[in-house]
């Protein structure tokens, strides 16, 4: 059986989306060239797990649930606007998120060292909480791209505070008609 792209995210409720979507579309209208990630689509990752054999799925998943089971919930709330890796070279559009009392941080290091123990190495860049909005393709309207950055930051974003009770172990189909994806399992964090 061929192996399954799959990753760990957590979702945004749709009040939020709403939120995000507005944003979105205010960097649309630049004429960006750039691949947008659909409203639906759009998740906070907490770890990319890649090509996974889908005999390991269980494996993961019972890890998972041993990890996840007792953390509680936390809160989250959309934070600035930006860009990976800067402003020169624009290549990821996207929304931050801010953890006021550092448990996402805590739970994604946890995530981390859950999977190390079945395999999966930690990963190496820090991990800085953001849903990506759009992966930007040329240099084309980056000026554009840079004061619109600064407006939005300036007026400040609607921070939606939003809580999040359940994590998702996903797999991650690519099409032509950008990616489908499918929930494997959730996790339901401690109420």
Known sequence: ???LRTFIAVNVPPAVLDTITRI????KS???HASWVKPGNIHLTLKFLGDTDPDRISGIQNKLTETLTPCERFRLSLS???VFPGTQNPRVLWVGLKDDDGTLKTLQATIEKTLESV???IEQRPFSPHLTLARIKSPR???ELKNELDAVNQQGIDPHPFDVG???LYESQLTPKGSIYTVLANFKLNP
């Open 166 to 168: 359940e994590i998702h």
């Open 80 to 82: 600035s606007v930006g």
């Open 24 to 27: 979105q579309n205010r960097f």
């Open 119 to 121: 395999g999966f190495p």
């Open 1 to 3: 059986m061929a192996a």
């Open 30 to 32: 630049l004429g960006l």
């Open 141 to 143: 309207g980056k000026k």
